[in-house]
């Protein structure tokens, strides 16, 4: 069992940096590949990016690649989400998961509670 809690939403304006961090509980978070998916009201959930367990392999949505860098420290069991250039369709709800490396929701099993994203222009 993991449980994940994301923290370092807010506002930004656009052209700013945010720093998501997402803390896991659990002996096991090394063992996992870590997610960062958003939603934004009346849309379905995006992949945003994702890293392996070894840290050895990322993937990022085109949307968010060059501008965001997801990293982890498994000796402090987190994943960062570096959010770079934000833009004015980024404003979502930032949930990170863990589960099987990937971009398709469905394969992970635990989520955080979501930390809030706004962008202003």
């Known amino acids: 069992q993991v449980q994940l809690v994301e923290s370092g939403g807010g506002l930004v304006q656009a052209g700013g940096s945010l720093r998501l961090s997402c803390a896991a509980s659990?002996?096991?978070?090394?063992?996992?590949?870590m997610g960062w998916f958003r939603q934004a009201p009346g849309k379905e959930r995006e992949f945003v990016g994702a890293i392996s367990s070894s840290r050895t392999s990322t993937l990022y949505a085109a949307s968010v690649k060059n501008r965001f860098t997801i990293s982890r420290d498994n000796a402090k069991n987190t994943v960062f989400l570096q959010m770079n250039s934000l833009k004015p369709e980024d404003p979502a709800v930032y949930y990170c998961a863990a589960g099987r490396y990937g971009t398709s929701w469905p394969s992970y099993n635990y989520w955080g509670q979501g930390t809030q994203v706004t962008v202003s222009s």
């Open positions: 659990g002996r096991t978070f090394s063992s996992y590949a």
